[in-house]
């Protein structure tokens, strides 16, 4: 591992959408980011056609290519190989930090006892409502039935997102689990974690690390005065690849988080079936590419 120096290196995989232009205008503005690294997991072109002409190699703006299509938080863990700053943004391409977010969060991070934190602001839609995903719960099983079935389930087992409920009034505050759109945390910690599991291709890896945190004994926090906006779904693939990447992550979060706890596999795979099939109903009524 590279030795760490001051700032933030901004990790940045992408596989399409145009957004990325602004986005990477608007962290490197940010004064104390001191590199960003795009890992392009599209074939072709290497230099994503959004940010412009292919600048001459600077080391404030890398590329990482090559590797083809490996998955979101495969492609995480390539670019955190690269960084050399101190703390690691893992930031979706389409997902803009509002004016003064990473420094709030940065003065957030300067108040820990230890390097055992990972955060994230408060994620908006495009029409400034609050995004679901940002703050959740745990998401154990039961939560996930409340989340899909609502009513008096939810009342019962709880629900896993959390956008629905007051904000807290605090700087930050500890919350299960936040968005993988937006995470801030030491480099180091995240390597003492693993990173992401690369098990996952896309969707759960993050919920999988929030968790890695706490048994870890750290801390993720949720910072609500302290906004980006997230875009969602910009890549240029079908609803259907998203939803058949999506059910096979759901079954590895189950089985891979849950069985080991000793929740009867039958009933983790009985859930799976039973949410998955509602989710593929869905995609294909909507987006049946």
């Keep these: 591992m590279p030795e760490a120096a001051a700032g933030v290196s901004v990790v940045i995989v992408w596989y399409g959408g145009d ?10 503005a940010e004064p104390a980011v001191t590199e960003v690294i795009v890992v392009n997991n599209r074939s072709a072109p290497p230099w994503p056609p959004a940010l412009g002409t292919p600048p001459a190699p600077t080391p404030h703006l890398r590329l990482v290519h090559g590797q083809g299509n490996v998955g979101f938080g495969a492609g995480c863990a390539l670019g955190v190989a690269e960084a050399r700053a101190e703390l690691v943004l893992l ?5 803009r930090p509002a004016p003064g977010c990473l420094d709030g969060l940065l003065r957030i991070a300067a108040t820990q006892p230890d390097d055992a934190w990972l955060i994230g602001p408060r994620l908006l839609n495009p029409d400034g409502s609050e995004q679901a995903g940002a703050r959740r719960n745990a998401g154990t099983p039961g ?3 409340g989340e899909a079935l609502g009513g008096p389930v939810a009342a019962r087992l709880g629900r896993v997102n959390r956008q629905g409920e007051p904000l807290p009034d605090a700087d930050a505050v500890p919350m299960p689990a936040v968005s993988g759109a937006f995470m801030l945390l030491p480099r180091a ?12 291709f896309l ?4 919920l999988a690390l929030c968790r890695a945190v706490w048994r870890a004994g750290g801390r993720v926090l949720f910072a609500p005065r302290l906004t980006a906006t997230h875009l969602k779904s910009r890549s240029p693939v079908s609803g259907l690849f998203v939803t058949r990447h999506k059910i096979r992550s759901f079954r590895r979060y189950l089985m891979t988080e849950f069985a080991p706890e000793g929740v009867p596999r039958w009933r983790l795979w009985a859930m799976w079936a039973l949410l998955s099939a509602g989710l593929l109903a869905r995609t294909l009524l909507s987006d049946p590419r």
């Design 19 to 28: 957004e990325i232009g602004a986005v990477v205008d608007a962290v490197r």
């Design 143 to 145: 939560q996930w039935l």
């Design 203 to 206: 969707h759960f890896e993050d």
């Design 189 to 200: 910690f995240y390597h003492r974690l693993g990173g992401f599991d690369p098990g996952y």
């Design 91 to 95: 930031l979706n391409p389409d997902c």
